[in-house]
């Protein structure tokens, strides 16, 4: 797909996100599986949304399911708080994912640097809130 395409694809998923942590809603299984791409309509849908939870609260199992190559390290461990930062982290990677291409980074440097931040795997140095992730991606 044209980068063009992929950052609008993104905008409606970190739209949809942006609504779910102003209701105070922390995703829980958020990955790649979540999101098919409509290519006649050029639309992203989001589908299978298994579980959004009130956060933050504290994880009372071994783990949270979802895809490994979502999870934050927090999402993996009992006792662990999850936040709005366990939600950056799921964007982060998504964001990685949809612009990663067989032929390298195809962002900008500037949008590279809001990923990486995003998919810290210290929660304290990520973003401190969807909110504050989408305004950096788009001023990136």
């Known amino acids: ?21 102003a209701a105070g809603y922390v995703a829980v299984d958020l990955y790649d599986g979540c999101f098919l791409y409509d290519f006649d309509a050029r639309r992203m849908r ?3 949304l ?4 009130p956060g933050p609260f504290v994880l009372d199992s071994d783990r949270l399911p979802g895809s490994h190559r979502y999870l934050s390290p927090e999402e993996l461990n009992l006792g662990a708080t999850i936040d709005e930062r366990t939600t950056v982290h799921a964007l982060g990677r998504t964001l990685h994912h949809l612009l990663d291409g067989p032929s390298g980074w195809r962002g900008t440097a500037a949008e590279r640097a809001v990923v990486d931040r995003a998919g810290r795997p210290d929660p304290a140095q990520r973003h401190a809130t969807v909110a504050v992730l989408v305004r950096d991606w788009r001023t990136a």
């Open 1 to 21: 797909m044209p980068v063009t395409e992929v950052r609008a694809a993104l905008d409606a998923i970190l739209d949809a996100h942006l609504a779910v942590s």
């Open 46 to 48: 989001l589908i299978d």
């Open 50 to 53: 298994d579980e959004y939870r």
